[in-house]
C-alpha cells in the first residue's frame, strides 16, 4: 500500500513566524504535490514537484515555497505565516504524470494566530 | 474551461436506502476520473480511478460509472460507516493538473 505521511496533524503558529511542513511516502513516487482545502472552496493546489530539486506553481503559490531535496521528501514553507494561511494542508504523490492517481497523506491543520 | 460539479452537496439516508452521487465534468482530454472518500480531519482516500465512457468498477457496497459528460458512484444499502465526504476529480491534458469538485457529504442513520 502506499503510505505518505505528514509531520504533524496539528500546529498552531503565530504570525510572522517561519512554518515548515513535512511530507514523506514510502512508494518511490515521481510526483508530489501540496494542496490546501478550506470550507467552500474544496481543494487547491499550491506547489508540485515531478523530480527532484524540480517545482512548478500550482493555482495558489503565492506566500509559499518548496523544497525537494530528495525523492521520497516535499516540504511546505510559509515564510511568514499570516491567518490568511490557516487551513488544512494535503501533501499527496502519484507514481508517473502528474494526471495519475493521487494518493494523500493524513493532512496537517495549521491555525496561524 | 476545465470544470467539475458534485450533486447534491449534500445527502441523507437511512440505512439499506441505495442512492447516487452525480460528478459532472467539462475538461480539455480527460486523463482520467477519480473518486475519493474524506473522513472529516482526515485526508482523502483514493477509492476509484475511471479513464473510458463505459467503464465501471466496484468496492463492496461503492460502484463507479462513466459517461462522456458525467460520474456516478452508486451506494448500495449503505451502512452508517459510508459516512464521508465523496470527491470526485478529474485529470485534465490541457492543464496536467486534477481538477476536484466540492465535494458530496454522505450522511447515513442507522
Known amino acids: 500500500d502506499v503510505k505518505v505521511t505528514q509531520s504533524s496533524r496539528y500546529l498552531v503558529k503565530r504570525t510572522g513566524e517561519k512554518v515548515f511542513l513535512e511530507c514523506v511516502q514510502d512508494?518511490?513516487?515521481?510526483?508530489m504535490f501540496w494542496y490546501r482545502q478550506d470550507p467552500g472552496l474544496g481543494l487547491r493546489l499550491i506547489y508540485f514537484?515531478?523530480?527532484?530539486?524540480?517545482?512548478e506553481k500550482g493555482d495558489i503559490p503565492e506566500g509559499y515555497s518548496v523544497s525537494r531535496e530528495k525523492k521520497e521528501r516535499f516540504s511546505l514553507i510559509l515564510e511568514s505565516a499570516s491567518t490568511n494561511q490557516t487551513s488544512m494542508y494535503l501533501c499527496?504523490?502519484?507514481?508517473?504524470?502528474?494526471?495519475?492517481?493521487?494518493?494523500f497523506g493524513p493532512g496537517t491543520r495549521l491555525t496561524v494566530l | 474551461e476545465d470544470q467539475v460539479t458534485q450533486s447534491p452537496e449534500a445527502l441523507r439516508l437511512q440505512e439499506g436506502e441505495s442512492s447516487s452521487l452525480n460528478c459532472s465534468y467539462t475538461?480539455?482530454?480527460?486523463?482520467?476520473l477519480f473518486w475519493y472518500r474524506q473522513d472529516p480531519g482526515k485526508g482523502p482516500e483514493f477509492l476509484f480511478t475511471?479513464?473510458?465512457a463505459g467503464e465501471e468498477k466496484e468496492k463492496e457496497r461503492l460502484k463507479a460509472t462513466l459517461t462522456k459528460k458525467e460520474s456516478f458512484l452508486h451506494i448500495t444499502a449503505p451502512k452508517p460507516e459510508d459516512s464521508a465526504t465523496y470527491l470526485c476529480?478529474?485529470?485534465?491534458?490541457?492543464?496536467?493538473?486534477?481538477?476536484f469538485g466540492q465535494g458530496t457529504t454522505l450522511q447515513v442513520k442507522p
Open positions: 499527496a504523490s502519484s507514481l508517473r504524470g502528474t494526471t495519475d492517481t493521487q494518493y
Open positions: 475511471l479513464y473510458s
Open positions: 512508494m518511490d513516487h515521481e510526483n
Open positions: 475538461v480539455s482530454g480527460l486523463r482520467g
Open positions: 514537484s515531478y523530480d527532484v530539486k524540480m517545482k
Open positions: 476529480a478529474v485529470g485534465s491534458s490541457n492543464t496536467g493538473k486534477l481538477i
